[in-house]
């Protein structure tokens, strides 16, 4: 069983490009987080949506970030226009639906954003 | 709202030695905590988890337990090795609701 797919693992941009992150949940898992981690800093609270809907959003910067989950395909974290102070790791994770595994979410192995 | 607290690092030991990492939390109901580890350059793992009062987690020698009384959830292991050198996070989750972290502790366990 495949766990929490995110990718690229590692992404470059410039100032003023797009960066997309992809995830793809756990099998049977309808809940996805993103999380993200400035460097030598813990894990801050971004977005949680489910299936076509966003839950909790209440971690998200109001500009150029934005997130998705459609009814079928990963869920994608889009940061437009990137400046230097987005280079962060960003976590992807997934749980199944409430009640399910004693609520325990399971995290991906990250995308490293650069921006030069 | 819901905030976990841990002890501030870095902790550095020697191998061998006994580790205590502190963890206290602020929720309203009873929610489930958890304590995950991330090694250099990974991602999150899930160490262990308690999901009600009086629960103990264990796994990997660490151990765990849920103390509704003083609201913790201390991370213990008697006897800590090189390879236990990463950052640890403490987090809790109410119902269906997001992981709540604390500020992570980095261990470097010295040979």
């Known amino acids: 069983n495949a766990g929490v797919m995110q990718n690229p693992r590692h992404l470059v941009r410039r100032r003023g490009q797009e960066a997309r992150l992809r995830c793809s949940p756990m099998?049977?898992?309808?809940?996805v987080y993103w999380y993200r981690q400035l460097p030598e800093e813990g894990l801050k609270f971004m977005v949680y949506?489910?299936?076509?809907?966003?839950?909790?959003e209440s971690g998200m910067p109001k500009e150029r970030f934005s997130a998705e989950f459609p009814k079928e395909g990963p869920s994608i974290l889009r940061i437009q226009q990137v400046v230097r102070g987005d280079s962060a790791a960003y976590f992807c994770?997934?749980?199944?639906?409430?009640?399910?595994?004693?609520?325990?979410?399971?995290f991906g192995e990250g995308s490293w954003l650069t921006v030069v | 709202g819901n905030s976990v607290t841990q002890m501030e690092g870095p902790v550095t030991l020697s191998e061998e030695a006994f580790l205590t990492i502190n963890c206290t939390y602020t929720?309203?109901?009873?929610?489930?905590l958890f304590w995950y580890v991330q090694y250099p350059g990974e991602g999150l793992q899930l160490l262990l988890k308690?999901?009600?009062?009086?629960d103990k987690g264990s796994n990997k020698g660490f151990e765990a337990t849920y103390r509704k009384e003083t609201t913790s959830f201390h991370l213990e292991k008697g006897s800590v090795q090189v390879s236990d050198s990463a950052v640890y996070f403490c987090?809790?989750?109410?119902?269906?609701?997001?992981?709540?972290f604390g500020q992570g502790t980095r261990l470097t366990i010295n040979p």
């Open positions: 994770a997934s749980s199944p639906p409430s009640g399910g595994q004693g609520n325990t979410i399971y």
């Open positions: 099998k049977g898992h309808s809940h």
């Open positions: 949506l489910q299936k076509e809907n966003i839950i909790d």
């Open positions: 929720a309203t109901g009873y929610p489930s």
């Open positions: 308690a999901t009600k009062a009086d």
């Open positions: 987090a809790l989750r109410s119902g269906a609701q997001k992981l709540v």
